[in-house]
């Protein structure tokens, strides 16, 4: 490794970094620079200093290839602990539908708890890592943690500067670019590799040849001794020769580390840098590449051992500075680097047809580095290993496709299976935006047949999700007139045309299916979540259920198939206030938790906070799931949580806030317009604008009422005009309501018509029935709003507007409270005092800084909500933690969670 010198001032920012962690939360110093710059010493130097509880990965191009490997490097750093080994335990175990959520849960704990993690040369990063550190450092987002990472300023690959940029929306993001050092710097590193004080011109040469750069002036400095360029006279090391009589370039002078080595050991250091890595039991495939005795090879090997060109770490032998392991891999020359991954690959498939063990991957990343187009076998076995990985490292597995499908000729029929696994892999990633061109392109070749009908499926399904209904719906249409009459598609295009105000043709079609012939269990899952799906939006809840039970038995206890029949069913149910049906669905499909579905289940959490009246935990979800919802553009769940926040934000009457929610583009899908217009009524009547909040709710109501949030949209109305002295109207509102719940079942559906109903009429016993349908129902909020109206016109119902009271307080809705409050004056009963939700004397505004803080929000984003200065934020929090004995945000949070 390079001396570490003159990066003192980049220590201080990573040092500032760390202080202000505890009250910004995770912060994020990204080094960039050029190879050998000293971005490794850096991070090296940073964790010396932070000491060993740090965990720390450097990842290369085996490490790239590995899936998990850069956590599990991470988790193997620091010192064994019951919560690494468990997190450890987790990464390694076999691949179930349940691992992935797991594993991310535990890394989260592991990662919580510490001052930082380290993570070099994030561009070698596995794919899989970069996906799990996407949800991990979401996650632990509050916590007083800063990520140190390294990268070069040119790579190839993007899911690295993806994990970048989502880090700008969550956390604070420190960008240090690293300058070349200085002369007395690069003259301080000659000192201590020649162990003597040298002459300025010596120091001057070895700056300008390095450029700067650490790592080379440790190798022009180590060069020149070693060719007795350099000579001792006075006590000082000064040039033997004129400078310009050296020949000594920046890649001579690494290629100098091996120069000295005889041929057999040269050898096979250019074999290592085609292995990039080497175990001793490889050290026979390492022979049979070198085409040496392997007695010879070993000794080799242990000269380059002696000599630190290579060095051991977890994971086998590798070179001691990639750069090394790179200039002896160029120098190799593209036409013998293919030959020799080509010779590796051969070894191993001779093995593998010898039944002897060989990893998969690592044979399919020597072939898709030495195989020509058209070489069948090697597309095979990648496809293999693709397949084998779809699962548990998808985003290992759709890489793997990509190659694969360069070895192939345009008009291969192999190109479309590829296509198709390359589009099921990263619609397993949850991925549907990136899915959706391989499937597409998979369908225009794939002939008639199951394989197809599935593809079809999950481009549907993908299109679904990022909104693209019209498209999806041609698409239907299309794969429907060419013959594909599976039960799937037909359910798929019901839920389209539904989608796209086609009601009456969405039930014929839905009458049909139950009739068909389901070819597998997870056909018939997928049809029956298409069901619930479209059941849900016509408020049919009965059959809801009904569908979701039937989806759930035909997965017939298999892990994968019951997560979706339960991911789709249980935030179904949540968006239509299934409040108990949906939380016993979550419940178990988080015990099964994997890659997909992840945007259903976070929507069923922030949905069933919301209506189940844990506002503060459905606010800290929001923030966590709106970015990772965004960047893989799953705009129907993305359009839902918005709505949600708005509705929340209004109601606590953070109208600036959710100012900035209702200026967004608003959904165009039939559920999620409707969900919206629903929380966008609510915050133009709470800024005035009531004709403008009037028009919303009857422009969202279909002529029918029989479509999704129908009545609880006309629920609304009548208590818009009830408050506006629009008596009239809202009578004949209650009497459209009447007839359209009829035979709605859902509780949210029947809390809201018999509530409006009971205050047209000032009927008390429809109020109380209000009540008991949503505290039966879950809806705590609901239940509230019941109350309060019941204590309107009921001078006997004290006891119920104090419960309201309390709830409105709780939940953080002051308006409300405040109008419940009054009301118990009114009736000459005593007020509760309106305490702080916190436990100290926190002062009004230091309060709404705190509650935004539990909520996941950043400074920046909370001046800017407030009208203040970030600066102003700062003090406020400065008081808190002060006021509350925390130091960090996530000490807050759990402090805020945890209070009565």
């Known amino acids: 490794m390079s001396p570490f010198f003159g990066r003192e001032p980049e220590l201080a920012l990573v040092s500032d970094a760390l202080d202000r962690a505890p009250a910004a939360g995770l912060v994020a110093v990204v080094v960039s620079g050029e190879p050998g710059i000293g971005k490794s010493s850096l991070l090296g130097e940073v964790r010396r200093r932070l000491g060993p509880e740090v965990p720390a990965a450097e990842s290369d191009d085996v490490a790239r290839r590995i899936p998990y490997a850069a956590v599990a490097t991470a988790l193997r750093s620091v010192p064994p602990s019951p919560e690494t080994t468990a997190a450890l335990d987790a990464l390694g175990a076999a691949p179930d539908a349940s691992w992935f959520g797991r594993a991310c849960d535990l890394v989260a704990r592991v990662l919580e708890d510490r001052p930082a993690l380290v993570l070099d040369d994030l561009e070698q990063v596995d794919d899989d890592s970069l996906a799990m550190l996407g949800v991990v450092l979401r996650r632990v987002s509050a916590a007083p943690l800063v990520l140190v990472t390294a990268v070069r300023p040119v790579h190839d690959n993007p899911a690295a500067d993806e994990l970048l940029d989502r880090l700008e929306r969550y956390a604070e993001v420190v960008r240090l670019d690293l300058a070349p050092l200085s002369g007395g710097e690069v003259k301080r590193i000659v000192e201590t590799v020649l162990g003597t004080p040298v002459h300025d011109e010596l120091a001057r040469e070895v700056h300008q040849r390095a450029d700067g750069n650490p790592f080379f002036a440790v190798e022009i400095a180590r060069s020149l001794r070693e060719l007795d360029l350099v000579a001792v006279h006075g006590g000082q090391a000064r040039l033997a020769v004129r400078p310009d009589a050296i020949r000594l370039t920046r890649r001579e002078a690494v290629l100098r580390r091996v120069a000295p080595l005889d041929r057999d050991t040269r050898a096979v250091a250019r074999a290592v840098s085609i292995f990039r890595r080497v175990r001793l039991d490889q050290i026979g495939l390492l022979a049979r590449v070198s085409s040496l005795p392997e007695a010879i090879v070993v000794a080799a090997f242990d000269e380059l051992l002696r000599l630190h ?134 369908l225009a070749d794939l002939p008639p047949g199951p394989d197809r009908s599935r593809a079809a499926v999950v481009v549907l399904s993908s299109l679904f999700l990022v909104g693209r209904m019209a498209e999806a719906l041609r698409l239907a249409d299309a794969e429907l007139a060419a013959g594909d009459r599976t039960p799937a598609l037909h359910a798929t295009r019901a839920v389209l045309l539904a989608f796209t105000d086609r009601y009456q043709e969405a039930l014929a079609v839905a009458t049909r299916i139950e009739a068909m012939e389901f070819t597998s269990s997870a056909e018939a899952v997928v049809v029956f979540d298409r069901l619930v799906v479209l059941t849900s939006m016509l408020f049919r809840h009965d059959k809801t259920v009904d569908y979701a039970n039937r989806a759930l038995a035909a997965a017939q206890g298999q892990p994968a198939l019951e997560l979706q029949a339960l991911a789709v069913a249980a935030s179904t149910g949540a968006l239509a206030g299934l409040v108990h049906d949906a939380t016993w669905r979550l419940r178990r499909a988080e015990q099964l938790a994997g890659f997909a579905f992840r945007g259903e289940l976070e929507l069923t959490r922030v949905a069933l906070d919301w209506l189940g009246g844990r506002w503060d935990a459905s606010l800290d979800r929001l923030g966590r799931a709106t970015a990772e919802l965004e960047s893989r553009q799953e705009l129907m769940m993305l359009q839902g949580l918005r709505a949600i926040e708005l509705e929340i934000r209004t109601w606590r009457g953070e109208l600036d806030v959710a100012a900035r929610l209702a200026a967004l583009d608003p959904p165009t899908s039939p559920n999620m317009s409707r969900l919206h217009a629903f929380a966008m009524s609510a915050y133009l009547s709470a800024r005035g604008d009531v004709e403008g909040a009037r028009t919303t709710l009857v422009e969202a109501v279909d002529a029918t009422g029989s479509t999704a949030y129908s009545c609880v949209l006309l629920g609304r109305l009548v208590e818009l005009d009830l408050e506006h002295g629009r008596l009239e109207e809202a009578q004949q509102t209650v009497k459209r309501l009447h007839v359209l719940a009829a035979d709605r079942v859902a509780p949210w559906t029947r809390t809201a018509v018999r509530r409006v109903e009971g205050l047209v009429a000032r009927d008390p016993d429809l109020l109380r029935s209000a009540v008991l349908e949503a505290e039966t129902g879950g809806l705590v909020f609901e239940k509230a709003r019941g109350q309060l109206a019941l204590g309107q016109i009921d001078p006997t119902a004290t006891a119920e507007l104090l419960e309201a009271y309390t709830t409105f307080q709780r939940l953080g809705a002051h308006g409300l409270r405040r109008q419940a409050g009054t009301r118990l004056r009114e009736l000459g009963a005593k007020v509760p005092r309106a305490r702080t939700k916190t436990r100290g004397l926190l002062t009004e505004a230091e309060e709404n800084v705190a509650r935004l803080v539990q909520q996941g929000m950043r400074n920046r984003d909370i001046a800017a909500a407030l009208h203040y200065s970030p600066r102003t934020v700062e003090v406020y929090l400065s008081r808190v933690y002060a006021k509350l004995h925390v130091s960090s945000r996530l000490e807050l949070a759990r402090v805020l969670d945890g209070r009565t």
């Open 309 to 442: 060109v290579v060095r051991n770490d977890e994971r086998g032998y590798r070179f001691a500075h990639a750069l090394v392991g790179e200039a002896l891999y160029q120098e190799i020359g593209p036409a013998q680097r293919r030959h020799l991954h080509s010779l590796i690959s051969a070894r191993l498939l001779d093995d593998r047809d010898r039944g002897l063990p060989v990893d998969l991957l690592e044979l399919a990343w020597h072939l898709a580095e030495s195989a020509a187009p058209g070489d069948l076998r090697a597309v095979r076995v990648m496809a293999e290993a693709a397949t084998s990985a779809r699962t548990s490292a998808p985003e290992t597995a759709a890489a793997l496709c990509v190659r694969a499908l360069e070895l192939l000729p345009v008009a291969a029929p192999e190109r479309a299976e590829l296509l198709a696994l390359q589009c099921r892999a990263l619609a397993h990633a949850s991925r549907p935006a990136a899915a959706i061109p391989p499937g597409l392109a998979a």
